[in-house]
């Protein structure tokens, strides 16, 4: 059974940074496109960064463009979400996704077929 533990959430002052990790349990994830998204209370799920399974494509909203980083180590079977100059709306439960298909990245969350638990970040002003 495919299992994806996201860690590094937590309590964060505005402008600073955290890194969050999706460590997957199977080996077979290293050829899965991964996602992160986000989701706030009485909101819909949504997509932040991207990273194809080969080539390093990534993808990202325009909401965090230039501040947030994707990245892949595939020996860990992780991906990485890097969050820099954190705002106060960041403040969400963050989650990591694996897409099996291995095409093009998806943004949507029903393109994805596994989800980790979710992580808490908070930024305060």
């Known amino acids: 059974q495919v299992q994806l533990v996201e860690s590094g959430g937590g309590l964060v002052q505005a402008g600073g940074s955290l890194r969050l990790s999706c460590a997957a349990s199977l080996v077979t994830l290293r050829i899965y496109n991964r996602g992160w998204f986000r989701q706030t209370p009485g909101k819909e799920r949504e997509f932040i960064a991207g990273i194809r399974w080969s080539g390093g494509g990534t993808s990202y909203a325009d909401s965090v463009k230039g501040r947030f980083t994707i990245s892949r180590e595939d020996a860990k079977n992780t991906v990485y979400l890097q969050m820099n100059s954190l705002k106060p709306e960041d403040t969400a439960v963050y989650y990591c996704?694996?897409?099996?298909?291995?095409?093009?990245?998806?943004?949507?969350?029903?393109?994805?077929?596994?989800w980790g638990q979710g992580t808490q970040v908070t930024v305060s002003s």
């Open positions: 996704a694996a897409d099996r298909r291995m095409g093009e990245i998806t943004t949507t969350p029903n393109g994805y077929e596994y």
